[in-house]
């Protein structure tokens, strides 16, 4: 077995938090309006989980899935996340924000969101389609700060 390498953060989250106040307050406040929103907790668990896998932020992957844990989703649900697509463990709802959250955080890639925007209107009014959409965005913006200053991951 290979030695297992610590990675060291770039900026601490006291750092961050010292030099960008505001920032984290703004972060602070979306998360809060998009909790509001009435959207349910575990579906957004699902979609900060699965994006931060796609952008490769270990503390915001790990912070999520204690959030997910302790909301109650279940471990073949976040065991086989990554793999959704192949996974009977999801049902049509979040396939669809899954598939949205995917199509956002992969935008440059694949920009031809149609099929993809047509399935998630199936199963979501225009309120939830927009708050499923800041849910997106808000973790995107996390995993940007998070990932790029090296963040320790909270223990599991």
Known sequence: MSEVQAVEPRQDWAAFEKHAGG????LRELGRAVAASGLDPRLCEL????????????FCLQYHLNVGRQLGLGALQLDQLACWRDSP??????????????????????????AV??????????AEIANVTAAIGHI??????AGGLRFTPPAP
Do not use: M
């Open 47 to 58: 979609l900060k989980v699965r994006v931060s896998q796609l952008n490769g932020c270990a």
């Open 140 to 145: 995107n913006a996390w995993n940007r700060i």
């Open 23 to 26: 920032v984290v307050l703004a």
């Open 89 to 114: 463990a999801f049902a049509p709802r979040e396939r669809a924000a899954l598939a949205w959250a995917e199509a956002l955080t992969l935008q440059a890639a694949h920009p031809d969101t149609e």
């Open 117 to 126: 925007y047509a399935a998630l209107q199936s199963q979501f009014s225009p």
